[in-house]
């Protein structure tokens, strides 16, 4: 969340970045709560002072003291509990507020809401020209009985695969391979997270109140008593272990891994670039967060999207960085890079990962800090996030990008030792 003094002292610059967000604001009312609150905690304060003095002098009085100090200590604890409460509902009008205002976009990030405002950074990779017609990974699953789209609608309902044989076999190794380039080349320690968090988790990284309309509820036809969803990622995990902590400067960076189960309510999933394993309702993916101090984010934000950049060069598949304009950044990013990967079927770039950073919006809303060792303060750390990578998407590429015109997929060669010995996928049935 948003500094409420910053908020308040910065309108135009907020307006600017973020526009219609802080036009339905009443600045007015805004700055008339801030103001009442500071008198408020400052009136709490004295009527604490007095109360602790009367409480202190009706236990060393005498008798005929008694009666009046009573109603004194009285008086004074009802009106504490009177200002508290108003203060309460106040803190809690203002959280309201401040909870619904995303991050601020960055001093380099283009200002604008469609793709064209995006900066491409580079290209990398070679884009395979191909002298025979290749197939859809949809096709191919059903070619081969491996990708089971009806089956799991059946079960599930839309938006649900079944995976089999070989194609489950790549699945899993796929996920192994970037585990193991994350946590033994890039220094990542791995996390088994739960997949089920409660609401305050979700507002702890901003995907509630805004997307309370993707979540999977857990338990309750009721989603406004539900205090528990699936985890849309596994960010929301990770993040939230250092809700209320203050860390040792000294144990700054913290860079952590999970790979999990995500789920997420999407309902406008149709269109090209949504098909088959594209877009699913449950699916896996590797999350790459990291804990920095905030002189260092920035430098760290380049650190995380190479190292999710490494597993898409280790896998030889062409793909293009691109600096994401501000309207279509998540909620909580200031500054956010995709890695979009190469799909030969649709002549087109399909996102594999967003590696973001949410400078101190997250650690706000969390409370976490670190001591300051020169300045002997805590300060908010500043929180960096990134799918290292997406593992639906990297099949479908792998599926797509690999095939050759003798009727196989080949296997990549930084895969094979997770492949027990399968070297290729036959699709020419």
């Known amino acids: 969340m948003l500094d409420i003094k910053f908020l308040l002292n910065n309108y135009h610059l ?23 609150n500071k008198y408020l905690k400052f009136e709490i304060e004295l009527l604490k002072s007095k109360h602790n003095f009367f409480t202190k002098k009706f236990f060393s009085s005498k008798n005929k003291k008694i009666f009046f100090l009573k109603k004194n200590i009285k008086f004074f ?5 009177f200002r508290k409460k108003i203060l309460d509902r106040n803190l809690l009008f203002l959280r309201k507020i401040i909870f619904s205002i995303p991050n601020i976009p960055y001093k380099d990030v283009p200002i604008g809401n469609k793709d064209n405002y995006n900066v491409i950074i580079y290209n990398w990779g070679v884009i395979k ?30 938006g649900f695969v079944i995976m089999k044989n070989s194609i489950a076999l790549l699945y899993r190794a796929l996920s192994q391979f970037m585990l193991d380039i994350h946590t033994i080349k890039n220094n990542y320690s791995e996390v088994y997270v739960p997949y089920i968090v409660n609401k305050n988790s979700l507002y702890g990284t901003g995907q509630l109140p805004k997307f309370s309309s993707n979540l999977f509820y857990v338990n309750s036809k009721n989603k406004k008593k539900n205090n528990y969803a699936l985890i849309p990622t596994s960010e929301v995990s990770l993040v ?8 040792k400067e000294n144990d700054l960076p913290i860079k952590l891994v999970a790979n999990t189960p995500c789920f997420r309510y999407e309902s406008k999933s149709y269109g090209k670039n949504n ?5 699913l309702k449950q699916f896996d993916k590797v999350e790459l967060i990291q804990i920095v101090k905030p002189d260092s984010s920035m430098f760290f934000l380049e650190e995380l999207t190479n190292d999710a950049e490494k597993i898409l060069k280790l896998l030889d598949l062409p793909y293009r960085k691109v600096l994401l304009c501000s309207g279509l950044m998540s909620f909580s990013s200031s500054k956010t890079y995709d890695l979009e990967v190469w ?24 409370n976490s800090r670190y001591k300051d060792i020169k300045l002997n303060k805590n300060i908010f750390v500043h929180i960096i996030n990134g799918s290292g ?3 639906g998407r990297i099949l479908v590429a792998i599926l797509e990008n690999y095939q050759v015109d ?24």
């Open 14 to 36: 907020l307006y600017k970045k973020l526009g219609n967000y802080i036009t339905k604001l009443d600045f007015k009312k805004l700055n008339y709560l801030y103001n009442k």
């Open 77 to 81: 604890k009802v009106n504490i509990i």
């Open 129 to 158: 020209k191909y002298s025979f017609q290749i197939m859809d990974h949809i096709k191919f699953g059903k070619l081969t009985n491996n990708l089971d789209f009806t089956d799991a609608s059946n079960i599930s309902g839309s």
């Open 240 to 247: 939230n272990l250092f809700k209320n902590k203050i860390l």
């Open 275 to 279: 098909r088959g394993l594209i877009r």
């Open 343 to 366: 799909s030969p079927i649709d002549k087109s770039y399909i996102e594999v990962s967003s590696c973001s950073n949410t400078c101190d919006f997250q650690a706000r809303r969390i």
């Open 389 to 391: 990578l997406a593992v």
């Open 406 to 429: 003798t009727g196989i997929i080949k296997i990549p060669k930084v895969l094979l030792k997770y492949m027990n010995g399968i070297k290729f996928i036959n699709y020419n049935y």
